[in-house]
């Protein structure tokens, strides 16, 4: 859709629980034209999968289930050697992370400490 419209402002935004959720990988991302990638969203999950055809299921995983950055099963190595250059968007709306870490400041400090170790890790790799 995005080459059919082809508008200078058209593109892909990657997040990587819908990539893995989708059945897809990291180095599919390879055939996309890199100017139609970006940024890309950072989060991690567990590789369990909901039902395809359980709307509630999927809505909870892709709303609130999403886990720090290597906490989960996602590809996110790959991921971020395919998007290294990239700009990176966290998103990781979780019930679990708010209740454990229950100030707006509590959280974000978790989300930085576990994206700098992910991003430390993976420049490292």
Sequence with gaps: M???V???????LVDALH??????????LLTIKPQL???WQLCDASAAQPKADDIDALLEDALQQRLLPG?????LQQ???VMQDKPISVEIRSRALA???PTPLARAKAVYDSTRLFLDRSQQA
């Design 79 to 81: 991921l971020y050697h």
């Design 2 to 4: 995005v080459n059919t």
């Design 19 to 28: 990539l893995h959720r989708n059945g897809h990988t990291p180095s599919e």
């Design 37 to 39: 990638l970006p940024y």
């Design 6 to 12: 082809n508008h200078p402002n058209g593109g892909i």
């Design 71 to 75: 906490e989960g099963e996602l590809p």
């Design 99 to 101: 209740a454990h870490y």
